[in-house]
């Protein structure tokens, strides 16, 4: 069994930390103080803001430690970004089907982001600590991912109904609930009652469905490589841009048809990849090359098809409110 070896230094790990916290802060106390809907050039404008740094992060991983953990790091940060797409698809049916404003969903994005943030790194440093201890567990991460991936691609046409869910319906029956919106409050008073808005529903979506999404994606990078500090930049990088990537791509993921075609692609190669690690080596490389190859190739054969096809009513992100949300 290969000993741990890491790239990340306490003043590196530190330095990273106070970085999120500060960028978070930033977002939070500046740039959305106040609720407003996010339009598609604020989204771009913040996509961008999120890929150079991540990029920039691995230029700087290059300079300092060499090719391998910057290769390690794009590798595993194009496999956490693609997947992360696949949220994008959920939290499109959750707002919908919930009805949440435009207005209130970046507060809804953020704060469950925030808390993923905090369960991602738990699970990765789990995971690097299960790995180290018990290796026959790469195996068994392989097969999960395989059947992942082939789970996925012969339900890519099904559809997702996250609000029908036993989470939902357990949330429901437990926590005291109101149809009807505060503002931009997740709970609100009724008749001296303290309830839920639709908007703590909401959160309690995303959360979960960001945990399910995770036992996809972290074991994925674990193909990659073991660095915990590897395995966390890339991860937190692909999720602080998620919310950006979600109000950019939101209105337009119909257009996507194959990419869980691709996505899916993406986790049997992984997963074969853990699956015959003690056996047969593949550089980082040409994991990369392979990786951006499935999702690049099922991108623009999904352009090409959505061109093609005649145009229909899009899927809203949100709807206007069951209620007229009253002032606070």
Known sequence: MESLQTVGSPALWG???AFVIAMLALDLGVFHRKAHAVGFKEALGW?????SLALVFNAGLWWKFGGGPAVEFLTGYLIEKSLSVDNIFVFVVIFSALRIPALYQHRVLFWGILSALVLRAIMIFAGVAMLERFHWLIYVFGAFLILTG???FFQRNKED????????KMARRTIPSTPRFDG?????VENGRKLATPLLMAL??????????ALDSIPAIFAVTRDPFIVFTSNIFAILGLRSLFFLLAGAVE????LKVGLSGVLVFVGTKMAIIDFVKIHPAVSLGVIAGLLGVSIVASLIKSRNTPPH???TPGAEPLAKPSET
Not at 184 to 188: P, S
């Open 161 to 168: 109904h996250p609000e029908d869910g036993w989470m939902m």
């Open 47 to 51: 996509s961008t803001v999120w890929i």
């Open 313 to 315: 009513a899009p899927v």
């Open 255 to 258: 257009k996507f048809s194959y």
């Open 204 to 213: 309690i979506l995303v959360e979960a469905s960001d945990i399910l999404f």
């Open 150 to 152: 082939l789970k996925l």
């Open 15 to 17: 330095g990273f930390i």
């Open 184 to 188: 931009h409050h997740f709970f609100t």
